[in-house]
T-cell receptor, first 115, second 110 residues
């Protein structure tokens, strides 16, 4: 596709369940970012990949959150034992090269609601 | 203290007005400065991208960066109702995470 694709667009789950969110970046983009956005707030950095490796995972809030990008393209954000405080929009973005410092192309986001 | 500070607004202006949006930051390593526009329930879209200090103009939009004051601005001339959105400033040192402000919600009244 032409843009960043995120699935699912909406996910409702119960407290304690496991969730996976998928991101398909723009073809050829080597850098991939995950952000979390709560209502009325700016995107909060979680993790970014340069190729297959996590170049910076300092934003992951705790060990319940994990992300992979095994082949340097599609990425999956995994959340274990979900809590109500995890409810937010999870945004994925890709960039041609992380060295360009912020030319990010975002997807529409995955809206997660934990009941 | 947050690395990037941005007044959340909301800011309400009449159609045709000049809008000024601002951010301050504390990290002197930031070299790349961006403005993103986000419509309700959509992902942010890149509006302006600048490297280091100076001005950049694109149509009705002008971005200014003053690294000595750690202050960036976005000006919108002849504002239109379609400009109503949340404007996010963002910054990076390159090959590092991109840090966003909280966003300023703008409403342009016809």
């Amino acid at each position: 596709g032409a843009g960043v694709s995120q699935t699912p667009s909406n996910k409702v789950t119960e407290k304690g369940k496991y969730v996976e969110l998928r991101c398909d970046p723009i073809s050829g983009h080597t850098a991939l970012y995950w952000y979390r956005q709560s209502l009325g707030q700016g995107p909060e950095f979680l993790i970014y990949f340069q190729g297959t490796g996590a170049a910076d995972d300092s934003g992951l809030p705790n060990d319940r959150f994990f992300a992979v990008r095994p082949e340097g393209s599609v990425s999956t954000l995994k959340i274990q034992r979900t809590e109500r405080g995890d409810s937010a929009v999870y945004l994925c973005a890709s960039s041609l090269n992380a060295g360009r410092g912020g030319e990010l192309f975002f997807g529409e986001g995955s809206r997660l609601t934990v009941l | 203290q947050k690395e990037v500070e941005q007044d959340p607004g909301p800011l309400s202006v009449p159609e045709g007005a000049i809008v000024s949006l601002n951010c301050t930051y504390s990290n002197s390593a930031f070299q790349y400065f961006m403005w993103y526009r986000q419509y309700s329930r959509k992902g942010p879209e890149l509006l302006m991208y600048t490297y280091s200090s100076g001005n950049k103009e694109d149509g009705r939009f002008t971005a200014q960066v003053d690294k000595s004051s750690k202050y960036i601005s976005l000006f919108i001339r002849d504002s239109q109702p379609s400009d109503s959105a949340t404007y996010l400033c963002a910054m990076s040192a390159g090959y590092q995470k991109v840090t966003f402000g909280t966003g300023t919600k703008l409403q342009v009244i016809p």
